[in-house]
């Protein structure tokens, strides 16, 4: 569960013009990435970075979802 500062933060960046879907799924697999060498190599995994994680999965979350229209104009 996110505190009130990390919704904030993720609503604003869902709601961003300027980062594309791509710059979400890129920042989710550099994270990721990240992530998995820490560890494979067995160094500490810093709190901070499964924040950052959290906020830009809850984000990329809700744009998808911003997005999403389930009855779409030109159906009918």
């Given amino acids: ?3 009130e ?4 933060l993720s609503d604003g960046l869902a709601h961003s013009h300027e980062i ?3 710059d979400f799924w890129r920042a989710l697999k550099s994270i990721e990435d990240e992530l998995y060498w820490l560890e494979r190599n067995r160094w500490p995994i810093p709190i901070d970075l499964i924040y950052v ?3 830009v999965r809850t984000a990329r ?3 998808l979802f911003i997005a999403y229209d ?3 104009f ?3």
């Fill in 70 to 72: 389930p009855a779409p």
């Fill in 74 to 76: 030109d159906a009918f």
């Fill in 61 to 63: 979350q809700k744009r």
């Fill in 53 to 55: 994680r959290a906020i």
């Fill in 1 to 3: 569960m996110l505190n």
């Fill in 20 to 22: 594309t879907d791509y």
């Fill in 5 to 8: 500062e990390a919704k904030a």
